[in-house]
C-alpha cells in the first residue's frame, strides 16, 4: 500500500519503460478508476460466471481463491483517491489499485495458496516483478517467521530459494497486465508463455507443514487440500451464526 520514495519511484520508472507500464502509472485503459471499478471488478467477483469457466482456465482456478475470501476486503485497503495530496499521491493511487486487483490472480497463477509463506512469497513476486524492494523485504520475513513456526528453517530455505530462482525466468511484463486479461485462458498456456516454472518443494512444505499455518482452523483439518482451509473456516462461521440466531 505504501508506495513512498525512495521505492515508490523506482517502482513508477520501471514500470514507465513500457506502454503497458505506463498504462498501470498514470491509471488508463485496464487500470483506469472508472474502468475497474465498473467493469473489473464486478468480473472478478462474479462468482457464478467464474464457476463456469472450464476448469483448465485461469479464471476456474482463480474462482478457488476468492470464493470464500473475497476481494472488497482487499481492495479497501489500496491508497484512496481522497487521501491524494500531491501529484505523486496520483500514481500512488494507481500503482496501488493495480497491486490489489491483480494479487489473487498472481496467487492463481504462481500456484502459492493464502497461507503464510504463500503470501509471503506472492509479496516476493510482486517485488520482483514490479521492481518494489519492501515487498521483498517483508516476504523474506514472512519466510523466516515460518521457519520459526514450523522448526524448520531448511526446508523453508528451499521453499523461498525455489521461488527465486523461478522468478528469474518469469518474463516480468506479466505483472503489468490487467487481472481480466487472463481469466479465460488456459492456465497451462499462460503460465508457459510467461515462463513460470512448477513449485514441488513449495506443494511439498505446504503437505507437510500446514497444520502449522494460519489460517488457524488449519490445526482441525486431517486430510490436506490446496483450499480446503477455507472452506473449513466458512462452514465453522456459518454454524457461529446459525448458533446466534
Known amino acids: 500500500r505504501e508506495m513512498q520514495f525512495p521505492f515508490g519511484i523506482m517502482m513508477m520508472n520501471t514500470a514507465t519503460k513500457t506502454t503497458l507500464g505506463q498504462d498501470v502509472v498514470w491509471g488508463r485503459k485496464h487500470n483506469d478508476r472508472e474502468y475497474v471499478e465498473k467493469t473489473v471488478l464486478p468480473k472478478l467477483t462474479?462468482?457464478?460466471y467464474l464457476k463456469s469457466l472450464p476448469k483448465n482456465t485461469v479464471g476456474s482456478?482463480?474462482?478457488?481463491?476468492?470464493?470464500?475470501?473475497?476481494?472488497?476486503s482487499l481492495y479497501s485497503q489500496r491508497f484512496k483517491d481522497e487521501e491524494v495530496k500531491s501529484r505523486l499521491d496520483v500514481v500512488r493511487t494507481n500503482l496501488s489499485r493495480?497491486?490489489?486487483?491483480?494479487?489473487?490472480?498472481?496467487?492463481?497463477?504462481f500456484k502459492y495458496n493464502t497461507h503464510a509463506l504463500g503470501e509471503g512469497l506472492i509479496q516476493e513476486v510482486t517485488g520482483e516483478l514490479l521492481d518494489y524492494k519492501p515487498s521483498k523485504i517483508i516476504g523474506f520475513f514472512v519466510m523466516l517467521a515460518v521457519a520459526k513456526r514450523v522448526k524448520d528453517f531448511k526446508a523453508t530455505w528451499k521453499v523461498y530459494n525455489e521461488c527465486k530462482k523461478n522468478l528469474r525466468k518469469v518474463n516480468k511484463e506479466l505483472a503489468l497486465y490487467g487481472p481480466l486479461?487472463?481469466?479465460?485462458?488456459?492456465?497451462?498456456?499462460i503460465r508457459k508463455k510467461f515462463g513460470i516454472g512448477k513449485v514441488p518443494l513449495y506443494d511439498a512444505f505446504e503437505k507437510r507443514y500446514h497444520n502449522h499455518l494460519t489460517p488457524q482452523s488449519c490445526v482441525h483439518i486431517e486430510k490436506w487440500?490446496?483450499?480446503?482451509a477455507w472452506e473449513h473456516m466458512a462452514r465453522?462461521?456459518?454454524k457461529e451464526k446459525t448458533k446466534e440466531i
Not at 487440500?225 to 480446503?228: C, F
Request: net charge negative; hydrophobic share 35%.
Open 225 to 228: 487440500d490446496r483450499y480446503n
Open 61 to 72: 482456478t482463480y474462482y478457488e481463491f476468492i470464493r470464500f475470501h473475497g476481494l472488497d
Open 46 to 48: 462474479d462468482l457464478d
Open 98 to 109: 493495480h497491486v490489489v486487483i491483480t494479487h489473487d490472480v498472481l496467487h492463481t497463477l
Open 181 to 189: 486479461e487472463f481469466l479465460e485462458s488456459d492456465i497451462g498456456e
Open 236 to 238: 465453522e462461521e456459518s
